[in-house]
């Protein structure tokens, strides 16, 4: 059964786990990337595609083409050895135009490690 203390602990490190997430997109941080996501990773894409994590990895490689990325609204469901982060976001394109929009991280405990196995984004019809 969990404690309160350990259900903090995994709050605490899911929300330092998405920071790293949205830091590491801003910054194109392949390697923080390959340590924090499941080898089984899938992302889901605003144009419909679906990556896994070696494709997801070549993209994050690219120049990043995005400023000003921030999560707003971040909401943490843990259950159990899975957790579920809902969140917002802004940021703004290359041309300086905002875009903002959804997104939902999905994370397992696997060794006593949390891992990201799925992530999905959207952006709202203006952004």
């Known amino acids: ?3 309160n203390a350990d259900a903090q602990r995994d709050l605490d490190a899911l929300t330092a786990l998405n920071l790293d997430f ?3 997109v801003q910054e194109g941080d392949v390697k923080r990337f390959e340590e924090i996501l499941a080898d089984d990773f899938m992302s889901s894409q605003p144009d419909g595609t679906l990556l896994d994590k070696a494709k997801f990895l ?3 490689a690219q120049p990043v083409t995005i400023s000003g990325l921030v999560a707003e609204d971040v909401r943490i ?3 159990g050895d899975f957790a579920i982060i809902h969140g917002r976001f802004d940021s ?9 929009g959804r997104y939902t991280d999905n994370w397992a405990r696997r060794d006593g490690t949390w891992a ?12």
């Open 1 to 3: 059964m969990q404690t």
């Open 116 to 127: 990201a196995v799925s992530a999905h984004f959207h952006l709202d019809q203006d952004g």
């Open 22 to 24: 949205f830091a590491s």
């Open 92 to 100: 703004r394109s290359a041309d300086g135009k905002p875009r903002r």
């Open 77 to 79: 469901r843990v259950l």
């Open 58 to 60: 070549e993209l994050t």
